[in-house]
């Protein structure tokens, strides 16, 4: 079995970068002194460490049951280390206290939800759905209905679902056709639902007391399309004006899916309705759902990121140790001395730097993007706020998209380091690619990912959010050229990506049809991607140098830094140019061959 | 399940950019004429898709045993496919006559080898292995142990397998410890043979009356290293000297791994001569075994790249198959006409040609480097067989390595292009991801292929055999410069790309130190896989534009032709650009940071 550490050097290295600082000094957080953030993240990687690694691979053997009487079992042991989850406060770190939450910044909850990530991504799919559903509720709900949900979701006593697909209706929600009628009879504001949801995660379990479910459904007088479509909260056990536990609702759980991997997490078949309907009640405005179920999808893209990001940790981890141990071969630059362990062998290095650097620019970059939410909600000036908000959701689709390519690509990588071994399940490694496939998939896939980057993020405000990012960038680069040398090496490649960021999203600007866009989103997402992550490897870098010459901590912690970024720099910066000829190639290559020509 | 077709057209199309009509030409394969190969195409494909392809799904979920009595258990319908694979003498295409083999050229018979792989991979990695063996054993096996084990091998009534890896020696055979004593007692020549091997592919079953086994061993005076090493041929079953079968062999099976994939396929851990001593012949001189096992190793390097063929090939076709079938969105050209097909959308678009284009890129080099070795073996003038000789030994890492990335990542592409449902295991498209994954694994890892690409193939030479090679690229790309629009648009690309593949290999040879030379192996690899892939892609365009002009055939496959080739010129070969920087950045960003920091 795997051994895993939360890497905590790094998580808080990545939390300086996204500016915790600011953000602790904030009136809103003053409690999150560095002690306390300190003292979250120990325990934190000791619960990971301890309670929740344990479960994974076991977990992943075992699988879920639906069993006879209807009830969905999780792998031993789920249960057990939820009741401790909650028990121990982590549910609730980053909500607000009105409603039982620490109020902690949201960016220490992202560093805290990494580490459930990477310990056991199936089992720390249940609490992620909460969050998106406690996040919803804030929003949208009504004082009662906070009132109601908000207090057993924030401490974890109850867990929270997403139910938007349907067998016909996947990327595109227009398709629904999940029904909800006015109960009147019920009380006002309460509605029977009917329908099927497919691909609910958690859809089901006997973690907790209750589940709330986030349903899509249409209204009798919805018109089609997506602005017909309402949002509505489904408890599987009705809950009681007093908040205590009324009956079981009309909903269950019809079957399980066998999939490639997160086998420890069940992905459910949901029926509502199937007796006398299942009884919800609405959330937002009639008709306005799809707006109110993204604000749960936009934090849940980006939870989704950090998946990607723990899951390759864990890899990284866990190549690591294996080339730290596996002896095979020669040392190139002392070959009489026999074997040695082939983390000497250059070629298994560029794999091992490869996950590295991958993953802390992808950690850096997830922790940046969440902590823009935190200004959002926490500062005082109102021109902060709009900014921190622009870039929040300029970044949230390169997040969710670049960051589970990473995932998938380090867990890859991770597979190969272990050579004949890694295709053996026992080792692990191939766990982790089973798992981090998914990241790529779910909560909008990265093709719709990319489509939103383009489309709602770059051409709808002329790329005004981009150029202030940009603008950033650029100010890095120039800081770089400034630097000690081991830095400053670094500049040439990282202007050359900007050149590529830079010209690639005038290009799209320039070319505005559907089809140049949707032609061009994958590879510009991609661009955007590396440029952004080498964006936050060269800002570590440059703090790195500045912790060195400045005595500051430990200084091979910040010597590996500087050395990961110029992997970084050298090796993964340069495919910007290749996903920009890929982009700027236009749609006409991808739309002339006949479609039966396929 | 998933429908296949073998891809005849594109098969036949790659056989003539292969030089098929040219090597059928020679006496040796005068019996090959065009028609017969046709006939063989066909009823190859109607075997692979009616017997074969509906194996590959429930194979993959039922798996193979070891039964109690020490049997290894394949899953149902393996053994009758088998014994009808061997009926129709599938087996004995390409061998020599002079063993019962058919003598047809081995460019045909690579084509017939990808409909196998493509059917159902792990089912046809049992005729692959015993390919190998035979190679093996007409090389370097006496007239004596040809006439006794070829015949049977050549018609598949007795299977081979490769047992090279030891639990301390996988990707380092100089760490082999199994051991081989004269048994003079047994007769002349005669060995027994003691030790463990692991990942012995098909190293048990029941399908054949007997499994030849080659090994590589130690004799007791061998001397360290890899030079210390000879190859032995084990039977399953003791042939007696009139070919008759004797006494069982004392090895067996102990256990089968527990694989991501190819679960169809049993992964035996071997134990040799736990009793007595396990019976075994020499093949070829003593402490030579790792040269004459590397005829088998080259051969099974080409035939696993055709995997990657083969297996890309079967996920585009279901990827295909579900784009055409799956309603979601609107036609970006009509968003009024309501929800079409997402085989219109151009970023599945995007996802199916670069599925496309690398598998049709990828089956051409492969026939291309096969068609190789028939030159060698057949042709009269030795100036031509020399420079063939050197042609196969460039390209076989390249292929071996590129094909199975490609494999790999069309696979993973058509999970994507199925969603959510692609992450189901019933949907059959991650079966292919598992599966897929092993190639870039097994007959020497892809980092392997690349140092013996780098240092064996490129240094070696001084670059001789690649240059011959470049000026060829050379001539294609004058030839699109010329050629109608359509196909010279593409010429600046192909330019690029070699002026890439070029400069790289100019750098390797000015920078031979071991240190840059490993650490610029993996990334020279895919830069050089990507530009031979498009020098197929280009000299297709040119024939297809040829055809297209001449009124030749059917114009709808040469347009898609020239079509995928420009999708290939715009998206893929500006790759090369990253692969030369990631190459060319050198050893020093890999090795600085110290092992612990890691």
Redesign the interface.
């Known amino acids: 079995m795997s051994v895993f550490a939360a890497p905590l050097d790094d998580m808080r290295f990545a939390l300086d970068l996204a500016g915790l600082s600011d953000i602790a000094a904030l009136p809103r957080f003053a409690e999150a002194t560095p002690d306390l953030i300190d003292a979250i993240l120990e325990e934190a990687g000791k619960f990971g460490a301890g309670v929740l690694a344990p479960l994974n691979e076991p977990g992943d053997r075992e699988g879920c049951a639906l069993e006879p009487d209807g009830t969905v079992r999780l792998p031993d042991g789920a249960a057990e280390a939820y009741a401790q989850f909650v028990e121990g406060g982590w549910n609730s770190l980053p909500f607000s206290p009105d409603y039982g939450g620490q109020g902690l910044p949201g960016v220490v909850g992202a560093a805290v939800q990494e580490i459930w990530q990477a310990a056991s991504m199936a089992w720390a799919l249940c609490p992620l759905l909460t969050t998106g559903a406690i996040e919803a509720l804030s929003a949208h709900g009504t004082d009662e209905q906070k009132a109601l949900y908000l207090p057993k979701l924030v401490s974890g006593e109850w867990t929270g679902t997403m139910n938007l697909?349907e067998s016909?209706a996947?990327?595109?929600l227009?398709?629904l056709r999940c029904k909800a009628e006015p109960a009147p009879d019920l009380g006002e504001g309460m509605y029977r639902i009917h329908g099927q949801k497919?691909?609910i995660t958690h859809g089901d379990h006997e973690l907790a007391e209750n589940i709330c479910h986030l349903v899509l459904a249409r209204l009798p007088d919805a018109p089609p399309g997506v602005h017909g479509i309402s949002l509505f909260l489904v408890p599987k056990v009705l809950v009681n004006p007093d908040g205590s536990l009324g009956e079981k609702n009309d909903v269950k759980a019809v079957s399980l899916?066998?999939?490639?991997?997160i086998h420890g997490s069940p992905t459910c078949v949901m029926a509502f309705g199937d007796d006398a309907g299942a009884v919800g009640t609405l959330i937002g405005a009639p008709h306005h759902g799809l707006a109110c179920m993204f604000t749960m999808m936009n934090n849940a893209r980006l939870n989704i990121g950090l998946q990607g990001v723990g899951i390759a940790e864990r890899a990284y981890q866990q190549a690591?140790a294996y080339?730290?141990e596996r002896?095979?071969?020669v040392n190139?630059?002392a070959p009489k001395d026999g074997?040695v362990t082939i983390?000497?062998?250059?070629?298994?290095?560029?794999?091992?730097?490869t996950m590295?650097a991958k993953t802390q620019a992808a950690r850096a970059l997830t922790y940046y993007a969440v902590a823009q939410a935190d200004i959002v909600r926490a500062h005082p000036d109102e021109a902060v706020q709009a900014a921190a908000h622009a870039r929040q959701d300029l970044l949230t689709p390169v997040v969710k998209a670049w960051c589970t390519e990473v995932g998938?690509e380090v867990a890859?990588l991770g597979?190969?380091v272990h050579?004949?071994?890694?295709?053996?399940?026992?080792t692990g490694a191939?766990q982790h690619?089973?798992d981090a496939?998914?990241c790529?998939?779910?909560e909008g896939?990265?093709?719709i990912q990319?489509?939103d980057l383009v489309g709602r993020k770059i051409l709808r405000d002329k790329g005004a959010a981009a150029r202030t990012l940009f603008e950033e960038m650029r100010a890095t680069q120039a800081a770089l050229a400034t630097a000690p040398d081991d830095v400053a090496g670094m500049a040439r490649a990282f202007a050359s990506a900007l050149d590529d960021l830079e010209e690639t999203t005038a290009w799209l600007l320039g070319h505005t049809s559907?089809?140049s866009a949707?032609?061009a989103?994958?590879?510009y997402t991609l661009l955007f991607g590396v440029a952004a992550g080498g964006w936050m490897m060269m800002r570590g870098a440059l703090e790195a140098r500045r912790r060195l010459d400045a005595g500051e901590g430990n200084p091979?912690l910040w010597?590996?830094k500087i050395?990961?970024a110029?992997?970084y720099a050298?090796?993964?910066l340069?495919?910007t140019?290749?996903h920009?000829?890929?982009a700027e190639?236009g749609?006409d290559?991808?739309?002339?061959?006949?479609?039966d020509?396929?």
Request: glycine content about 8%; hydrophobic content about 45%.
């Open positions: 697909t016909q996947g990327s595109d227009a398709q497919i691909f899916e066998h999939k490639l991997g690591v080339a730290h002896v095979q071969g190139i630059a074997p983390i000497h062998h250059p070629h298994v290095r560029r794999m091992l730097l590295r998938f890859d597979v190969q050579g004949g071994t890694g295709y053996i399940e026992e191939s690619l089973r496939r998914i790529r998939i779910y896939t990265n093709g990319a489509m559907p089809a949707q032609a989103c994958m590879p091979a010597t590996a050395d990961t110029q992997f050298g090796a993964i340069p495919f140019r290749a920009r000829a890929a190639a749609p290559s991808l739309m002339a061959m006949a479609e020509a396929f």
